[in-house]
């Protein structure tokens, strides 16, 4: 399977907004859960284990998210589109980061548990500065 493709990120003030986009070009993503991760810049995602921000569940769309993200990020998925979004509000400096989504059975605790379908993908960087 191919990466998802991350995409929408870009600058923006503290206190703004921004939406991602996840998207898969040859499956159908209804079929899994999609969790979002960050990692800082010129950090290679391979390496350790990625901050998870927020999941979506494969089957009821149960959504599940990080302490430091709740109650301004909020996950959702389109399954006409093929594509699951990450709304950001109340963006913060230390929001700052390269942005990955990832095809998975479920969404879990804990990040060893986690199954995978298809490879990492690029990223989207969100810069966050006055």
């Known amino acids: 399977q191919l990466p998802l493709v991350e995409s929408g990120g870009g600058f923006v003030q503290p206190g703004g907004s921004l939406r991602l986009s996840c998207a898969a070009s040859?499956?159908?993503?209804?079929?899994?859960?999609v969790v979002w991760f960050r990692k800082p810049p010129g950090q290679d995602v391979d390496s350790g284990v990625p901050?998870?921000?927020?999941?979506?569940?494969?089957?009821?769309?149960?959504?599940y998210y990080g302490d430091s993200v709740k109650g301004r990020f909020t996950v959702s998925r389109d399954n006409a589109k093929n594509t699951v979004y990450l709304q950001m509000d109340s963006l913060k400096s230390e929001d700052a980061a390269v942005y990955y989504c990832?095809?998975?059975?479920?969404?879990?605790?804990?990040?060893?548990?986690?199954?995978?379908?298809?490879?990492w993908g690029q990223g989207t960087q969100i810069t966050v500065t006055a």
């Open positions: 990832r095809a998975c059975e479920a969404c879990v605790t804990d990040y060893i548990d986690y199954i995978f379908f298809a490879p």
């Open positions: 040859d499956f159908s993503l209804d079929r899994y859960g």
């Open positions: 901050e998870e921000v927020a999941c979506i569940g494969r089957m009821n769309g149960d959504t």
